[in-house]
Every structure is written in C-alpha cells, then in structure tokens.
C-alpha cells in the first residue's frame, strides 16, 4: 500500500543564509590569501594545484562557480518575486527583468563572456592604462543605462531594500568595475608584486561581498512582503 508522507519544509532564514554565505566566502578568501603568500613571499604558484584552484582571479576553479552559483540564486529570487506580484495581479516586469540580467550575469562569470570583449574595445579605443581590461567600457555603459532605466522602480522600494540594494550595488560595482581598473592599470604596466594581488584580491572580495549582501536583500524582501520563502519537498512512502 502507498501511503504519502508529511512533506519535508524549509523556511529560509535570510539572516542564517547570510552568515553560511559569508563564512563560506571567508574561506575562500583565506584560502586565495595562503596562495598569494606562496607565490609572492615562498615562490610556490602552484602546491599540488591548490593555489590555482582557490586563486580569486582565475577562472573556471571553485571561488568562479562559487560566484556563478550566487548570481544564478540571484537570478531564481528575483523570478520568484516577480512571479509572487504577478499572481497578486501587481507590476512585475523590473523583477522579472533584472532576473533575466542576473542570469546573464551567471552565464557571463561562467563562460567568461566579458573577457571576449577585451582585445577589441581595446583596439577601438586604443585603451591602455586604467582602462587595458576595455570590457568595462560597454559594461560601465550598460550599468549606467540600467541605473537610469531602474532609478522610479528604485525609488518605489520599501526605504530598507532600497537602501539594501543600494548598498550591493554600491559594493559590487566598486569591486567589478573601478577595481577591475587598477588591475587594468598593473598589468599594463606589467607589473606584479604583492600591491597587485591585494588590489585584486580586494577587488573580487567585494564582488562576492555585494552579491552576498543583495542575496539577504532579496530574502528580506520576500519575507517582508509575502512571508517569507517555504519550500515543501513531498515525500512518498511505500508500506507492505
């Protein structure tokens, strides 16, 4: 005889998931800083693989589908959202709309999109300098335009998830744009000591940062408005 059990629920804290976030970023920021100290101070790049593997700045190792992960949840939150106020029969299209670039976002970090922008914006502008990574000339563009574009739906938010995405914003964009531009600044002028990888190592911790910080956003969001988020997994159990 099947008989179907009490489905398994979570109620997600935004405070709880906060902390586990941040300390999980903590140690990959511990783990980035011990190979910085093996390449730059013991002339080790490498320890069985394990520098590159948790190095901030390279690609396709755990800290970059770490932070694919956060920006994919980004981009699930915000459709959640989006579909909790079109059920309501309320405006959604800005929620479902910055789930769509959040989910780009995902994809770019992943697939390194960006990074192909590089060669030509710099060709086109002839970019050295602070501006030698020339993929933060479109991308400054596009976060100005969104800002501009989503300023009244920023301005409609309650004051504490405005002020909160105000802040990850803030966060993010000093870490993946203006920091990204003293990187640029180093290496086109090939240099590479330790203020290099403090300045990128600064530089992709606030991107993290930012993301973990409008992850609680938008979890506080949700709770504010709609009561939170419960996920109810149903299970079936089978009795002979």
């Not at 100290?37 to 948790?54: A, E, K, M, R």
């Amino acid at each position: 005889m099947n008989q179907e059990s009490e489905p398994m629920e979570y109620t997600m804290d935004p405070k709880r998931i906060f902390k586990q976030l941040f300390i999980i970023t903590l140690f990959l920021l511990f783990a980035h800083v011990l190979g910085v100290i093996s390449t730059y101070y013991f002339n080790h790049d490498q320890v069985f693989g394990l520098v590159p593997l948790f190095n901030l700045n390279h690609e396709a190792n755990i800290p970059t589908f770490y932070q694919c992960f956060m920006l994919l949840a980004c981009s699930v939150f915000l459709a959640v959202i989006a579909n909790f106020h079109h059920q309501n029969g309320e405006s959604y299209f800005y929620w479902g709309s910055l789930a769509v670039i959040f989910l780009f976002l995902s994809v770019d970090e992943f697939a390194m999109l960006h990074e192909r922008l590089v060669l030509p914006f710099r060709a086109m502008f002839n970019a050295t300098g602070v501006l030698y990574f020339a993929w933060v000339i479109p991308y400054a563009v596009l976060v100005a335009l969104v800002g501009i574009l989503y300023l009244r739906f920023l301005l409609r938010l309650p004051h504490r998830t405005r002020m909160l995405f105000v802040l990850a914003g803030i966060i993010y964009v000093s870490g993946a744009l203006v920091l990204e531009m003293a990187d640029g600044y180093f290496v086109s002028k090939k240099i590479d000591n330790i203020g290099f990888a403090i300045v990128n190592t600064i530089e992709e911790y606030l991107e993290m940062f930012g993301i973990i910080v409008f992850i609680y956003a938008l979890q506080d969001y949700l709770g504010r408005t709609f009561g939170g988020l419960t996920i109810s997994i149903k299970q079936g159990t089978t009795m002979k």
